[in-house]
């Protein structure tokens, strides 16, 4: 079983057997040949639409199967259309099917092995349970010897990511008495981390590396850009700064840039394209001398590519009884308080940085 949640598929993978009936259905053959490519029932007539092959004429069968799927896909429940109601109520509201040539993908030759970043356990084709979870990063996958979808397991699978360790020791990952295959493999089925390595005579793999590098960057960023609300607070790659990156409150919603810009907010100044993603704000000024205060700096305003945006919202803590202003002298505490200086999250500081290293290691998205 192959899982990459975050990326479209996860543990259950039912739509592909719905589509796959519904053409299944649609490419029953019927001896009209004078009827269309699809009759009044939906159903394939091979005699126009495969073409007459004395003359030549050929048909795609993937072209096909796309064709139909656009022009009258609806998934049912028990044989049925679904009616408004559950459509309304479904987690996903529509569909759009793309069809690739073998020109398109960029990646044929890209060939990887197993770095095991742990004990080898019993060998790479014994693994029958494979997952490209995002929190990872680029490059890693979790394995296991045998799939199990117990409620134990699927519990273990929604803990949270915990930046301070090491991937090899996140709780998700962690050894699991309580699962339902315990008493046969007591530990054999352990989950183990890897990282996928350029293979021997890989080739172009380094191209590829970039070109994967520049996909997982422009999907982390259709991802932020869902997230990012006008008023909320987020964080900003920011190469060269103490922290590592700037605290903006947004005062836009992401837009595409109505022209070839220029933007001078940056040191060196960053050049983006006719549609690229941008989203206005306001900086936060850090607190000198101080780590995690900022103070915002309202009339210090700046245009950024979204692509720039590690952290959507960054929980922001006013002084109080549970958040205590830091240790300094009266005369810092009262210009604090007199800036209205907040403090950033603890767990968002780390969420921020853990993402930082991602796109490290990525090497994209400041250019």
């Known amino acids: 079983m192959i899982e990459a949640p975050g990326h479209g598929k996860d543990i259950g993978d039912g739509l592909c057997a719905i589509i796959k009936e519904f053409l299944r259905k649609c490419f029953r053959m019927v001896g009209t ?127 949270p990511w915990v930046p301070s360790e090491p991937k090899t020791q996140q709780p998700r990952y962690a050894r699991n008495t309580e699962c339902a295959l315990w008493p046969v493999f007591e530990g054999a089925n352990d989950w183990k981390v890897v990282q996928l390595v350029d293979a021997k005579g890989a080739g172009d793999a380094a191209e590829d590396d970039f070109d994967d590098g520049e996909l997982v960057l422009a999907t982390r960023t259709d991802a932020v850009c869902a997230c990012i609300e006008e008023g909320k607070v987020g964080a900003l790659d920011a190469k060269g700064d103490d922290d590592g990156y700037y605290l903006v409150q947004w005062t836009s919603a992401p837009y595409g840039a109505p022209e070839d810009m220029t933007l001078t907010d940056f040191t060196p100044p960053v050049q983006v394209k006719q549609g690229d993603m941008l989203i206005d704000g306001t900086y936060f000024n850090a607190v000198q001398g101080v780590r995690f205060w900022y103070t915002p700096a309202v009339d210090l305003t700046l245009t950024a590519p979204a692509r720039f945006v590690v952290r959507a919202d960054v929980e922001m803590h006013q002084p109080g009884p549970e958040v205590k202003l830091p240790k300094a002298s009266k005369k810092v505490k009262k210009e604090m308080l007199a800036k209205g200086a907040v403090r950033v999250d603890a767990t968002d500081h780390e969420k921020i940085m853990e993402e930082l290293r991602r796109r490290d290691a990525l090497d994209a998205g400041w250019s």
């Open 33 to 159: 040949p004078e009827a269309d490519k699809f009759d009044e029932r939906g159903k394939f007539n091979p005699a126009t639409t495969l073409g007459d092959p004395k003359a030549g004429e050929t048909a795609i069968f993937s072209k096909l199967c796309a064709d139909k799927l656009r022009e009258g896909f609806k998934p049912k429940v028990g044989g049925k259309e679904m009616n408004s109601k559950r459509i309304d109520n479904a987690k996903v509201k529509s569909y759009t099917f793309e069809r690739y040539d073998e020109e398109d993908v960029t990646h044929r030759s890209t060939k990887k092995e197993v770095r095991w970043l742990t004990a080898r356990g019993d060998g790479l084709m014994n693994q029958y349970n494979m997952r490209a979870d995002p929190d990872l990063g680029i490059g890693y996958i979790a394995l296991r010897r045998a799939p199990c979808v117990c409620a134990p397991c699927l519990e273990q699978l929604k803990k």
